[in-house]
């Protein structure tokens, strides 16, 4: 037998489902040496996970993807609710917007099914030189004990011995890394609720359902019911099943398909819709039996080398529709991070706040998700059932969990990478939350633009400057001096910018001057980097986008107010114009200075 090949890497993905891929994708673009590998032969085809909330559209977009997404994905605007009827059927309870967050950047869900959320991954990567190394497994890990290893991020302290599931001969690679990033789902788990049953189902139906292209819930005498619609003229049927289900071996706990049969989830289907009629009008494209048990890992990492991501970290219910959601943001939070600390920007102390953020936002999913997956399972109240939950109580929690469960309304707690000490500089803007979209125009041409797509998702942070009106002398002043402070040696951009500032901060510049009174070139060249880089709240050249954004903000129309938007599009830190070396405090705490 020959001897196993060597080979070195900067990160080893073990996992090539949306986590890694989200992963491997950002690592790729940000021009780390970074590998992906698989057990499976092939990628999925059909069926998995299909939701993506809104603010996974808003990341993906940020990555250059949104568009494809948005244009072959199913949209839900509405949900609809239903509860039994006196006649023994359901009736429509009520309607409302499936997206309840004002400020979502795109108002609904789009359903995709994993296998295309997965290709749109493949299709960035694959130009660029990066494919999925498939049909390989990790047989064996090893991890140095040496501090002096451990703490230098270029050392490799982690060896992996990988097996070739494809080949009889030369299947054995022995791979040493600075980093491993684990999305191939569960390991270690604290378990903190009782398992649920859900068959799924996905078929084109015959329907008289008035609701049945929106996300509809459905509470009947014969169990519950979510109605997703997905691309095409597709459906999805997640059906609730009895805890007694005799789908699931007693002796081992796992689900015995065998006991199962699509059919069978059809006919459960169809007794929970009545009085309206649902038939089967196509093959079924995919069906499974689902048993989720709500887990979090007790820790994201070890030593800081090996992490964690996606369902190997967090599982729940497929109710709350955050599987993707959630394993895709892992990585986009992780991915910034390991590329700063390879690049020598940055301490091993940054990637710490891989776990601090993820970690507590999936206990709060766990909360939620117990919490919501509880009130779908519930019985509507009524004569015979007085304890049972209300409509309103159901749809006050639905509209209730949306900022959580949109994924607009997550907030990162203070830390070194969260400092909301001028908070109230822009009152309507929270830091530690995602940037807020709003519609400015272009100075140079008033093309109206979302600011979110002049914050791509290419590790640098962006540096905003809101100032006042750029047609009045006293601003100019205060832009020049400003500019003049920046250029300084001792600024923040010198001081973190790794010799070329430009790699490390994007900056942009926010006027409320109106489009008749300026021109782009009236702002320093410190801060207009580009001519695209110069914004006005104002509206476009036919009053129909554009304005109010310093408003939507809660900063004042005087401006002078500085926010530093994270590479991952969070908010991290707001300052006023005299207050640089606060913002220099903040990048301080977590990056190596590099003089100018």
Not at 521 to 547: F, I, Q, S
Request: proline share 5%.
């Amino acid at each position: 037998m020959s001897s196993p090949t060597e080979s070195t890497v900067d990160v080893l993905i073990i996992g090539a489902g949306p986590a890694g891929l989200m992963c491997a994708n950002a690592l790729h673009r940000a021009g780390v040496n970074v590998r992906i590998i698989d057990k499976r032969a092939v990628g999925v085809a059909a069926g998995q996970a299909d939701g993506i909330q809104a603010r996974t559209i808003e990341v993906l977009q940020s990555y250059g993807l949104g568009d494809t997404l948005i244009r072959e994905g199913a949209h839900f605007y509405r949900a609809a609710f239903y509860n039994p009827g006196p006649d023994g059927g359901i009736v429509r309870a009520d309607r409302t917007p499936s997206i309840a967050s004002p400020t979502a950047r795109y108002p609904y869900l789009i359903t995709r099914h994993q296998g295309a959320i997965e290709a749109l991954f493949r299709g960035s990567m694959e130009p660029m030189g990066l494919f999925v190394q498939r049909s390989t497994i990790p047989t064996g890990i090893e991890i140095s004990q040496e501090e002096s290893e451990l703490n230098d991020p270029q050392a490799y302290p982690v060896k992996v011995t990988l097996k070739r599931l494809d080949r009889e001969e030369d299947d054995i690679e022995v791979v040493k890394a600075k980093f491993i990033v684990g999305c191939d789902g569960a390991h270690s788990w604290v378990r903190n609720t009782l398992d649920s049953f859900f068959g799924v189902v996905d078929m084109v139906v015959e329907t008289d359902f008035p609701d049945t292209r929106c996300w509809s819930f459905l509470h009947s005498n014969h169990g519950v019911l979510m109605n997703v619609p997905r691309e095409g003229d597709l459906m999805r049927y997640y059906i609730q099943l009895p805890e007694d289900t005799d789908y699931v071996d007693k002796t081992t706990g796992r689900v015995d398909k065998s006991r199962a049969s699509p059919e069978k989830l059809i006919e459960r289907a169809q007794k929970i819709f009545q009085p309206f009629n649902m038939k089967q009008a196509g093959p079924v494209e995919w069906w499974t039996i689902y048993i989720i048990g709500q887990r979090v890992a007790q820790k994201y990492s070890v030593h800081d080398r090996i992490f964690i991501a996606g369902d190997a970290c967090h599982t729940h219910s497929p109710k709350s529709g955050q599987g993707m959601n959630a394993s895709m943001n892992d990585t986009h939070n992780l991915a910034w991070k390991l590329a700063y600390v390879l690049r020598g920007w940055a301490p091993m102390s940054l990637l710490q706040t891989y776990e601090a953020e993820r970690l507590k936002f999936a206990r709060d999913l766990i909360a939620f998700d117990k919490r919501w997956a509880g009130l779908m399972a519930s019985k509507p109240r009524s004569e015979e059932n007085p304890d049972g939950i209300t409509h309103e109580e159901f749809v006050e929690a639905f509209q209730t969990f949306s900022g959580f469960s949109s994924g607009v309304g997550i907030r990162y707690e203070p830390s070194t990478v969260v400092n909301p000490t001028h908070q109230s500089l822009a009152s309507k803007l929270t830091i530690g939350e995602r940037m807020i979209p709003h519609v400015f125009v272009q100075a140079a041409d008033i093309r109206p633009v979302n600011i979110h797509d002049r914050m791509p998702s290419d590790t640098r942070f962006k540096v905003l400057f809101f100032t006042g009106d750029l047609a009045a002398a006293e601003t100019k002043a205060r832009l020049r001096a400003l500019a003049e402070e920046l250029e300084a040696p001792g600024s923040f951009l010198r001081r973190y910018g790794q010799g070329d500032y430009h790699k490390v901060f994007d900056i942009l510049c926010v006027c409320t001057a109106k489009k008749e009174d300026v021109d782009y070139t009236d702002v320093p060249k410190t801060l207009r980097t580009h001519w695209t880089k110069v914004l006005l709240d104002d509206t476009d050249m036919h009053g129909r986008e554009g304005g109010g954004g310093f408003v939507a903000y809660g900063i004042k129309p005087e401006g002078s107010v500085i926010i530093v938007v994270r590479p991952d599009g969070y908010v991290g830190m707001i300052a006023p114009f005299d207050r640089l070396d606060d913002i220099s405090a903040y990048f301080s705490s977590f990056m190596l200075g590099v003089s100018s």
